[in-house]
């Protein structure tokens, strides 16, 4: 049974995190956001991120034909919601959901 109160829409774009933090943290996250909608998005990243971490997420690949409403946010404050391991084309990355807290 599906709990999710939004339907997801299908993507694949490439992007790049950042720790939502106060010191002078510029490591980037890369991976693939596969699917996203109004409340938030599934991505597969190329590092594992805690639970309860804030991150700063921007789009950097197309977002195919995805409207303002259900498409993916250029630009986004989301909070990881949970994180598992997962092999993708025999390289490790790290299935990981998201929930928008601030997106523009």
Known sequence: MDKRSN???????????QRYISSNDDVSIDGNMKNCCP?????????PVQAGTILVVRTTGSSWE????DGPR????????????LAVEGR??????????VAY
């Open 74 to 85: 250029t630009m986004a404050l989301a909070e990881v919601r949970w994180s598992k391991p």
């Open 92 to 101: 490790a990355c790290y299935a990981t959901g998201l929930k928008y807290l």
């Open 66 to 69: 995805a409207s303002a409403d």
């Open 7 to 17: 339907p997801r829409r299908e993507i694949n774009t490439s992007i790049a995190c």
């Open 39 to 47: 409340a938030g998005f599934y991505a597969e990243l190329k590092e």
